[in-house]
């Protein structure tokens, strides 16, 4: 990232901890350390938010904002709380440790957030950019239990499960009909995107150039035939979507 783009994302950032908004793509979270020995509960939560956004296609945690009520509103504030003690647990190294223990090995957590420690008002607040899963969807392969245990849910994290981050904006188990329609439009999107490159990879082959214009041209140095290994290809990709 070059430095323009950093400046330009860093200011995104301060401002979702200056104004801060509900959105299905953006989870507030009030302060608290990142420690699965120290912390569990909470770090448990903040993982399972890391795997369902990823599932879902990507997003944003906000660390150190908390919710506070007025009257019948409800209000984003900055949590008092956080300290140099909470912001300097979220070291990239090890809360990727932390997640890929939980998560299956064909997933990896270096590919699926960073962590910027935002300045604002003497403090420093920890915010996720997770990003969308490149291969798989990312499941579960490790229990973390719940201290609010019941029947139906006695784990935070439960091995075996894939968790989605809903429209609404909620964390749910991959269980009904429409969590599996959005997991699958999210697969084949991804799918889409590795099509993509794969033509690309094709076309710099022969030397052929994608233009950057409103309406995508070829342009070609001598005269070409595909040939039909492409399409077979193209076919083979699509046929792969079309059976999940």
């Not at 409800?74 to 440790?97: A, C, N, P």
């Amino acid at each position: 990232m070059n430095k323009a783009k950093a400046e330009k994302k860093k200011e995104r950032l301060l401002d979702l901890v200056i104004n801060p908004y509900e959105d299905p793509g953006i989870e507030y979270k009030p302060a608290g350390s990142f420690s699965i020995r120290n912390n569990g509960y909470f770090t448990a939560r903040l993982i399972k938010e890391i795997v369902g956004f990823s599932n879902a296609g990507g997003g944003t945690i906000v660390v150190g904002v908390k919710e506070f009520s007025s009257g019948s509103k409800r209000v984003l504030i900055g949590d008092d709380t956080l300290s140099e003690d909470i912001w300097s647990t979220y070291d990239i190294t090890q809360v990727r440790r932390a997640v890929n223990s939980f998560i299956a090995t064909s997933n990896h957590a270096e590919e699926l957030f960073t962590i910027d420690l935002i300045p604002f008002e003497g403090k420093k607040y920890p915010i996720f950019s997770i990003f969308p899963f490149t291969s798989d969807p990312i499941f579960c392969v490790k229990n973390y239990p719940s201290d609010t245990c019941n029947e139906d849910k006695c784990h935070i994290l439960e091995s075996g499960r894939i968790y989605l981050r809903t429209n609404a904006g909620e964390i749910v188990r991959v269980s009904d009909t429409e969590h599996w329609k959005q997991l699958i439009h999210n697969c084949i999107n991804v799918k889409k995107i590795e099509l993509a490159q794969a033509m690309k990879n094709v076309l710099d082959q022969f030397g052929l150039i994608i233009t950057e214009e409103k309406k995508p041209s070829l342009t070609k140095s001598k005269p070409y035939k595909r040939p039909n290994w492409i399409d077979n290809i193209i076919k083979k990709t699509k046929k792969d979507v079309t059976n999940g």
